[in-house]
Each structure stands twice: as structure tokens, then as C-alpha cells.
């Protein structure tokens, strides 16, 4: 059995049960296919997950400790006075609590009455006392990194905005760009030498977050009625995941009946 899947879900991490709570994934997930998402939150089946990318949760964790040390010092980290922004690291005794899986900033959405949940990468603050979302993100490609202007980085997007919009229902003022901390590896080196190479930059993004409170409308009456037909997803194109299930369906179906066709014959 895989390490990574685990078909046979306890019903209290269903929808409906104790445990079950709306996490920023879920959010993409719906916003990716109606029907994978009813699938995995009412009949407790999910999508097989990806590879782990471990050398990215590494950078990530090592970002964190980085930004930390200067969080302790209440002094900017280098980044922010090379790209001229006038913020310090947010320090605030529930930033490990945000920060970490399955736990993450939340809020009970009383109009749908779902607890929605969402880990942030990091929190800056600037002068006026606004929070400022921060992701970071890593990757290895030859093309510089210039700006998130590729179609699938819209799920990037769409995560900061979720989270300026979890802070903001928990009271907090949040200035409406952030930050993508996005680091790239070097491939134009000579060698490995048992290290990379990365350069990093500072990517803004001026997020909108009033797609959430609509979208958590629409999820909870997805999973209070039927499941969705196979179709197309709400980001545009057909769903991969479903549209496998379907082929795979059907060439099942396929075999089996030639299969007993051929048996009648003997």
C-alpha cells in the first residue's frame, strides 16, 4: 500500500463528521472540480496525491528559520530593504499555531457553519499595522523569474487571497498585496558539489478575496446535494482525475464483456 495514500478514511474526517473542518486545499479543490471535491469530502475518497516534494518543503522550513532569526531581533530581513519595502517580520504569539498543517489560522464561517482553516508560509507587518500574506515557493527552471503569469499560477494566487481573507474574519487589518518569496535553483552552474545554488526574488501580488465568502456558499451546497455530473472544472477545462476515472470505467466495462462474450462461445 502506498505510504502517501490512504483510501480508507474515518468517517469523523468526513463531511458532517467531528473532525471534518474546510482547509485552503479543499477550497482549490473545488475551485479545480466540483465533483473530486464531493467525492473526497462526502464519500471520504480523495484524489491520489502527488509525490512529495520534499527538497521544497526543506526550503520552505529553512525560509522559516531564516525569517524567524530576524522576527526575534525586530529587524527587517535583507530582502526587504533590497527591494526597498518598509516591513518587518510579524511576531505574534499564535505564529507557530498559523503556521503549522491541519491546524493554520481559522475561522467558523457562521452562514454555512464550516470552520475554515488555512496555513500560512509567513506574516509581515508595515508601518500602518497591516499584516502583509507571505508564501514562499521554490522551483528549478532555466527562465528567470519575472512575474506569476502563467495560467496554473492562478492557484497561487487564489491561496494568498484565502488567507488574507481568514485573517481579515479573525480581525486583523490586512493590506491587500503580498508577497511571494519565490526561490529558484540554479541550473546554469557548473556543477553540484553537494549544493544548490538559489536566487530568490520578491514577487507582489494585489490580491481580491471576494470570490471566498460566494465559493463557501457554493461548497456547502455541493455537499448537501447529489454529486456533481463529470464535467468540466470551474477554472476552465476538463478534469483529468474524472475524465481517467471515466476512460478507465469504460475500458473496464469493455473487458469484462468481451471477456464473457468469449466465454459463451467455449
Not at 475551485?31 to 516534494?53: I, Q
Not at 529553512?62 to 532569526?69: A, Q, R
Not at 507587518?125 to 495560467?151: C, F, H, P, Q
Request: charged residues 30%; contains cysteine; hydrophobic residues 35%.
Amino acid at each position: 500500500m502506498s505510504l502517501f495514500y490512504k483510501p480508507n478514511r474515518k468517517p469523523d474526517w468526513n463531511y458532517g463528521g467531528p473532525r471534518w473542518r474546510l482547509s485552503r486545499s479543499k477550497i482549490a479543490l473545488f475551485t479545480d472540480c466540483p465533483r473530486c471535491f464531493y467525492v473526497d469530502n462526502k464519500l471520504g475518497v480523495a484524489r491520489p496525491p502527488g509525490f512529495p516534494f520534499n527538497l521544497n518543503s526543506a526550503v520552505d522550513a529553512l525560509l522559516k528559520k531564516e525569517f524567524d532569526v530576524h522576527r526575534e531581533k525586530g529587524e527587517p530581513h535583507p530582502i526587504m530593504q533590497e527591494y526597498n519595502i518598509d516591513v518587518l517580520p510579524f511576531k505574534h504569539a499564535n505564529l507557530d499555531v498559523w503556521r503549522e498543517n491541519f491546524k493554520g489560522v481559522e475561522f467558523l464561517h457562521t452562514p454555512t457553519g464550516m470552520l475554515v482553516a488555512g496555513a500560512v508560509d509567513d506574516l509581515w507587518v508595515n508601518k500602518k499595522g497591516e499584516l502583509i500574506v507571505v508564501d514562499y515557493k521554490s522551483t528549478s527552471k532555466d527562465a528567470r523569474i519575472v512575474a506569476l503569469d502563467e495560467e496554473w499560477h492562478d492557484g497561487y494566487k487564489h491561496q494568498m487571497e484565502t488567507y488574507q481573507w481568514l485573517l481579515r474574519q479573525n480581525g486583523f487589518t490586512v493590506n491587500d498585496t503580498g508577497y511571494f518569496v519565490y526561490t529558484n535553483a540554479r541550473m546554469d552552474v557548473d556543477g553540484f558539489g553537494d549544493h544548490l545554488e538559489f536566487k530568490t526574488k520578491l514577487i507582489p501580488y494585489t490580491g481580491k478575496d471576494d470570490w471566498v465568502e460566494p465559493t463557501l456558499v457554493k461548497m456547502k451546497e455541493c455537499m448537501d446535494g447529489d454529486m456533481p455530473p463529470v464535467g468540466d472544472s470551474i477554472m476552465g477545462g476538463p478534469c483529468e482525475f474524472c475524465d481517467y476515472a471515466r476512460r478507465r470505467t469504460e475500458l473496464t466495462l469493455q473487458h469484462m464483456q468481451t471477456a464473457m462474450q468469449a466465454a459463451k462461445k467455449k
